[in-house]
């Protein structure tokens, strides 16, 4: 009934850029915080940087001063704008929101389906 959906994932150089966008899409009442993970071949899943519903942010160290997520409420979209790219960024990209439903119930976190992300020269 709730569905993510992440694109803007490719291929791209060091020090290049890209921006990755995930919608959230179906009965959704409310949204509180939007969040992006990666995850790299043979490492555990990690944070990359998070938003609340009220427009407050956390980033991992790694990516503090090169990332930037943002949120549109009214799309139930968040986005992450990735700057100065490393290979060490290399992973699939995968965004989590925490929905709740027009059907009642608590908030859920639902997550994307991931997009990859490669930096290489």
């Known amino acids: 009934q709730v569905q993510l959906v992440e694109s803007g994932g490719g291929f791209v150089q060091p020090g290049g850029s890209l921006r990755l966008s995930c919608v959230a899409s179906g009965s959704i009442l409310s949204i509180n915080t939007m969040g992006w993970y990666r995850q790299a071949p043979g490492k555990q899943r990690e944070v990359v940087a998070a938003i609340t519903s009220g427009g407050s942010t956390n980033y991992a160290d790694s990516v503090k001063g090169r990332f930037t997520i943002s949120r549109d409420n009214a799309k139930n979209t968040v986005y992450l704008q990735m700057n100065s790219l490393k290979p060490e960024d290399t992973a699939v990209y995968y965004c989590?929101?925490?929905?709740?439903?027009?059907?009642?119930?608590?908030?859920?976190?639902?997550w994307g389906q991931g997009t990859q992300v490669t930096v290489s020269s």
């Open positions: 989590n929101q925490g929905i709740k439903s027009r059907w009642g119930g608590p908030f859920y976190v639902y």
